[in-house]
């Protein structure tokens, strides 16, 4: 099944005239996941023709006003616009305080429903399509780094169906259970005409510093998306507020096995010469790739 990565925003601390603050909505079947909510990410939504009302859940990696200064403004919007489901919201473990006083200080008119989960390592959402993984990240305040994995799916190969005179019947069910059926007076085995069809991976690592959950979460990933705040030459000032130069992304993506890197969270200082982010970051990892508001991917 298709699954689509929108960035909606994908600067720093300080946006500039072409990058919003982060925010990346994915989208899969009929869930519609935001990750991060910076300041302006609604307006974002209607600059990319999406419908906000349809979210489904809310990832929040820290609580750094980049991160989350939408949030106010999201839940209005939703509130005004007869958003009728129940938003769930992820956030760091012992960090529900902050999504509290968020919703306490702004007096909204309306309110919606939500589920608040605080989270931490491990597998924090499961449904019969897909689950949610978490790893603690390293970064001033508590951090969390988040993959989507869609789970393999059992399927049917069409063309071996149609060499055995097999057709769509009850029976075909019995098959994905890894039940054998008769047909014609001939066993037909699960191993004859099933194949398994590989799940993929979309992993989210936001404002951290380089660290081996990092490269543990991102293990296999078909996409990588990885912040790249600096570029090697700033090493020393990326260790120190807790963040990723390109080059760490790029190894990051290496070491983990990732198919391709996506990099985002671009300082402002490089809004000329982002290239260099690309070039140092392809010096050790070829296939990556530097995001773009509004850019949009399928994988």
Same mark, same amino acid.
């Given at each position: 099944?298709?699954?689509?990565?929108?960035?909606?925003?994908?600067?720093?601390?300080?946006?500039?005239?072409?990058?919003?603050?982060?925010?990346?909505?994915?989208?899969?079947?009929?869930?519609?996941?935001?990750?991060?909510?910076?300041?302006?990410?609604?307006?974002?939504?209607?600059?990319?023709?999406?419908?906000?009302?349809?979210?489904?859940?809310?990832?929040?990696?820290?609580?750094?006003?980049?991160?989350?200064?939408?949030?106010?403004?999201?839940?209005?919007?939703?509130?005004?616009?007869?958003?009728?489901?129940?938003?769930?919201?992820?956030?760091?473990?012992?960090?529900?305080?902050?999504?509290?006083?968020?919703? !306490?200080?702004?007096?909204?008119?309306?309110?919606?429903?939500?589920?608040?989960?605080?989270?931490?390592?491990?597998?924090?959402?499961?449904?019969?399509?897909?689950?949610?993984?978490?790893?603690?990240?390293?970064?001033?305040?508590?951090?969390?780094?988040?993959?989507?994995?869609?789970?393999?799916?059992?399927?049917?190969?069409?063309?071996?169906?149609?060499?055995?005179?097999? /057709?769509?019947?009850?029976?075909?069910?019995?098959?994905?259970?890894?039940?054998?059926?008769?047909? /014609?007076?001939?066993?037909?085995?699960? @191993?004859?005409?099933?194949?398994?069809?590989?799940?993929?991976?979309?992993?989210?690592?936001?404002?951290?510093?380089?660290?081996?959950?990092?490269?543990?979460?991102?293990? !296999?990933?078909?996409?990588?998306?990885?912040?790249?705040?600096?570029?090697?030459?700033?090493? %020393?000032?990326?260790?120190?507020?807790?963040?990723?130069?390109?080059?760490?992304?790029?190894?990051?993506?290496?070491?983990?096995?990732?198919?391709?890197?996506?990099?985002?969270?671009?300082?402002?200082?490089?809004?000329?010469?982002? &290239?260099?982010?690309?070039?140092?970051?392809?010096?050790?990892?070829?296939? %990556?790739?530097?995001?773009?508001?509004?850019? @949009?991917? &399928?994988?």
């Amino acid at each position: 099944m298709e699954i689509k990565i929108t960035f909606l925003g994908t600067g720093q601390a300080v946006p500039t005239a072409k990058r919003n603050h982060p925010a990346m909505l994915l989208q899969y079947s009929n869930e519609n996941i935001l990750i991060d909510c910076g300041e302006g990410t609604q307006r974002q939504f209607r600059k990319a023709k999406l419908n906000p009302c349809k979210l489904t859940r809310l990832l929040i990696t820290h609580w750094h006003g980049d991160h989350i200064l939408g949030i106010p403004g999201l839940l209005q919007t939703l509130a005004l616009n007869g958003y009728n489901k129940t938003l769930e919201v992820y956030i760091p473990k012992g960090t529900g305080r902050f999504f509290n006083l968020i919703q !306490n200080i702004f007096v909204h008119r309306g309110a919606i429903k939500i589920n608040l989960h605080e989270v931490e390592n491990g597998k924090i959402i499961e449904t019969p399509d897909f689950y949610i993984e978490a790893e603690r990240m390293v970064h001033e305040t508590p951090c969390l780094a988040y993959s989507f994995v869609e789970k393999d799916r059992v399927k049917i190969d069409k063309e071996k169906m149609k060499k055995l005179g097999l /057709k769509s019947s009850p029976a075909l069910r019995e098959l994905k259970k890894g039940v054998s059926i008769k047909v /014609k007076n001939k066993v037909i085995t699960p @191993e004859s005409v099933l194949y398994t069809e590989k799940g993929k991976k979309v992993t989210f690592i936001l404002d951290t510093a380089m660290n081996s959950n990092a490269v543990k979460i991102a293990k !296999n990933s078909d996409l990588l998306v990885c912040e790249s705040t600096y570029l090697k030459q700033e090493q %020393a000032l990326a260790k120190n507020y807790g963040h990723l130069t390109a080059e760490q992304a790029a190894e990051i993506a290496k070491k983990s096995n990732s198919k391709k890197v996506i990099l985002t969270h671009i300082s402002q200082r490089y809004d000329i010469c982002e &290239k260099r982010i690309l070039k140092e970051a392809r010096k050790v990892f070829k296939n %990556a790739e530097i995001s773009n508001d509004l850019m @949009e991917i &399928k994988i």
